[in-house]
């Protein structure tokens, strides 16, 4: 797993240039773009998601698009449109944004629920359908979704169709004074995203990729997992669980955590470090718990800390393998 490892780390360590303190963060991207899942970025305006997204995709030097939604896009403006050609007699197709390796879809939650859901099949089936005619995207193909809190002005929620499409959700948080008189300092001149360059080819990429669905996870691991994302269906405080496919994106985005470490092998701690980010956003919280106040992140931690960990004494407080 060194191979992965060195292509993860010069990729973080290129994106840390411009996003000065988050490399956690920086580092679950990362894991998302190695398992070929999509990431979401949620947090309140400024924090750096679009910067994170643009300096991921010069890192490995995918072809990259950007679309910008507002409540009065329209699903074309998304996939593309076929229009009458007078010369030719015939209608022919215009790609869309959507046509790209990687795309940002930026303040995604700002567009009605139909164009949100122009996203759909080229999320899950890496496809466009138009007009009945199926185009395939290109490959690699990464979608970088960044959206405000709910509760701010002039925003939709994602429908749950959509949210269980993304591997992982992250949030970037404000920097600490430190970072924030560094970023002051870095930007003086001139932004440093205009220097970032790319530092790995994309069939480096490809070959971490696949090198990340060779490493082992066990039967317990396996076990951990389920157990994991079946209670999160059994829950007084949750209306809707996580579905199957949050319980592959825990596997796969374990895979990728341990291979970025360099091992072959899947922990423990790889599973509680992302259970969070793989299942918080898949699960819907009761209308009495979200009175009381009570959060997807919450529940999942209150989980973690009473399912037994694999390996530990039954009896006793879970404990984390290192």
């Known amino acids: 797993m060194k191979p992965v490892q060195m292509v993860a780390e010069r990729i973080i360590d290129n994106v ?3 996003i000065i303190g988050k490399r956690s963060e920086i580092r679950l991207t990362v894991i998302g773009l190695l398992c070929q899942g999509h ?12 910067v994170l997204a643009k300096a991921l995709a010069r890192s490995i030097g995918c072809s990259f ?6 409540p009065d896009m329209l699903p074309s403006d998304v996939t593309g449109i076929s229009v009458f050609n007078q010369q030719s007699r015939e209608f022919e197709f215009r790609p869309g944004p959507i046509f790209a390796q990687i795309v940002l879809t930026d303040e995604i939650n700002r567009a009605t629920p139909k164009t949100q859901a122009a996203l759909l099949e080229a999320m899950e089936e890496r496809q466009v359908t138009v007009d009945g005619i199926t185009y395939p995207l290109a490959q690699p193909f990464l979608v970088l979704a960044t959206q405000n809190p709910i509760e701010y002005e002039g925003t939709f929620p994602l429908p749950e169709a959509q949210l269980d499409r993304f591997l992982l959700r992250l949030r970037l948080g404000y920097p600490n004074a430190q970072e924030e008189i560094a970023m002051l300092d870095s930007q003086q001149f001139k932004h440093p995203l205009n220097d970032l360059g790319q530092v790995v080819a994309i069939e480096e990429l490809e070959a971490a990729q696949k090198a990340v669905r060779n490493v082992y996870v066990n039967d317990d ?59 918080a956003h898949r699960v819907i919280v009761g209308p009495t718990a979200r009175i009381k106040e009570v959060t997807a992140r919450s529940i999942i931690q209150n989980l973690l800390n009473a399912i037994p960990v694999p390996g530990a004494t039954v009896g006793l407080r879970p404990i984390t393998i290192s």
């Open 39 to 50: 990431v979401l970025l949620e947090d309140v305006p400024g924090v750096g998601k679009t």
């Open 65 to 70: 698009s950007r679309i910008q939604f507002t």
């Open 16 to 18: 840390n240039r411009v």
């Open 221 to 279: 691991m396996k076990r951990y997992i389920v157990d994991i994302v079946t209670a999160t269906r059994n829950q007084p405080d949750i209306y809707l669980g996580a579905s199957p496919r949050g319980a592959l994106a825990l596997y796969r985005s374990a895979q990728a955590r341990a291979a970025v470490a360099g091992r072959d092998h899947v922990i423990p701690d790889d599973i509680k470090a992302l259970a969070e980010p793989a299942l």
